[in-house]
């Protein structure tokens, strides 16, 4: 029993920490060697490097407030909800694969971003991609994990919904 919960556990810290390890060291590159609005095209003009720092929440909402709200909502709040997440996954060991697996995408992410909050004042995005109707913002990695994370849920509850069907 207690090897299962270890194993449980394992499981979701490599999950985790594999999310949090291609953010940061995909970010730490383009910090170190990605001028400020330099426009690098990787796939002709429709997927797009560059670097800008983003002080707010998605889509840089919330980058205007002042302290205190900025800390509450981009810091305090976030931090809780991820520590929240965090202790419910590694109590429930009934939860399917598909739901640790995503679950532990989005904590990784949410985690990525944070760090880069709390350590830079700003989280570094830096993937643009532009396919005429379909454009996205500036994006980094954590939120890739996020988006993916989201679409395990999906696909997990879409199948579940088939199978009682």
């Not at 207690?2 to 940061?24: K, P, S, T, V, W």
């Not at 929440?57 to 709200?69: E, T, V, W």
């Not at 810091?75 to 532990?104: E, H, K, M, Q």
């Amino acid at each position: 029993m207690l090897r299962e919960r270890r194993f449980h556990i394992l499981i979701i810290l490599m999950i985790i920490l594999i999310n949090i390890g291609c953010d940061q060291v995909s970010k730490h590159l383009v910090r170190d060697h990605v001028a400020y609005q330099e426009y690098i095209p990787l796939l002709q003009n429709h997927v797009t490097l560059t670097k800008v720092e983003n002080s707010g929440a998605f889509l840089s909402m919330g980058d205007q407030l002042g302290n205190p709200y900025r800390f509450i909502l981009l810091t305090l709040f976030p931090t809780l909800v991820l520590l929240g997440g965090l202790g419910w996954l590694v109590s429930r060991r009934d939860l399917p694969f598909l739901a640790v697996l995503a679950t532990g995408f989005i904590l990784g992410g949410g985690i990525g971003n944070l760090y880069d909050r709390i350590r830079f004042g700003s989280v570094t995005d830096f993937l643009h991609i532009d396919f005429g109707l379909f454009q996205t913002g500036i994006f980094n990695l954590a939120d890739v994990s996020i988006m993916t994370g989201l679409g395990i849920f999906l696909v997990q509850t879409v199948a579940q919904g088939r199978v009682q069907s």
